[in-house]
T-cell receptor, first 112, second 113 residues
Framework: NAGVMQNPRHLVRRRGQEARLRCSPM?????VYWYRQLPEEGLKFMVY????????ESGMPKERFSAEFPKEGPSILRIQQVVRGDSAAYFC??????????FGSGTRLTVV | QQQVKQSPQSLIVQKGGISIINCAYE??????FPWYQQFPGKGPALLIA?????SEKKEGRFTISFNKSAKQFSLHIMDSQPGDSATYFC????????????FGTGTRLTVIP
């Protein structure tokens, strides 16, 4: 039973490019959460999705960031026109109906 | 605004010693207090969690102490081992949904042999 799968593990983008981060939840989990971890800081909630629905995006920056969780396939966190300040580790967590959040190993985004 | 304050930032403990990490919160609506363990290059893993209706919860060498009136909770690691060396995060939420989790800034624990 594979855990939460995130890819890529490491992503390097030049300023102005787009970054796409993928998250496949645990089997049977229909809730996905994205978190961002800046260096030397704790994780900060970004967005909560269920299949084809954004439930809570209160932690998402207003511009350049978007997320989706389509009916088929992984959840995608998209960052357009990346800037140096977007460099961080992005973690995805998933849970089932009864709760119990499991985190993936994260994607480390470096903007050069 | 940091909803959950965690200290110390780093901690060095001798093997066999007790590691103590402290957290404080302000929002009295929080009713779920988990601790996460994170190894380098990995995601956080749930270690132990407590609800405010009890003052202590123990699982093996790990104990959470909870003081509702002071709005503080702490993690105690008894008989600390080098394999416990990791970063520990406390968190708090209203309910168990991960969209409500507020994390502390983390404590980097090093257990020396």
């Amino acid at each position: 039973n594979a855990g939460v799968m995130q890819n890529p593990r490491h992503l390097v983008r030049r300023r102005g490019q787009e970054a796409r981060l993928r998250c496949s939840p645990m089997k049977g989990h229909s809730h996905v959460y994205w978190y961002r971890q800046l260096p030397e800081e704790g994780l900060k909630f970004m967005v909560y999705l269920q299949k084809e629905n954004i439930i809570d995006e209160s932690g998402m920056p207003k511009e350049r960031f978007s997320a989706e969780f389509p009916k088929e396939g992984p959840s995608i966190l998209r960052i357009q026109q990346v800037v140096r300040g977007d460099s961080a580790a992005y973690f995805c967590a998933s849970s089932g109906i009864q709760g119990g959040n499991t985190f993936g190993s994260g994607t480390r985004l470096t903007v050069v | 605004q940091q909803q959950v304050k965690q200290s110390p930032q780093s901690l060095i403990v001798q093997k066999g010693g007790i590691s103590i990490i402290n957290c404080a919160y302000e929002n009295t609506a929080f009713d779920y207090f988990p601790w996460y363990q994170q190894f380098p290059g990995k995601g956080p893993a749930l270690l132990i969690a407590i609800r405010p209706d009890v003052s202590e919860k123990k699982e093996g060498r790990f104990t959470i102490s909870f003081n509702k009136s002071a709005k503080q909770f702490s993690l105690h690691i008894m008989d600390s081992q080098p394999g416990d060396s990791a970063t520990y995060f406390c968190a708090a939420s209203r309910g168990t949904g991960a969209n409500n989790l507020f994390f502390g800034t983390g404590t980097r624990l090093t257990v020396i042999p």
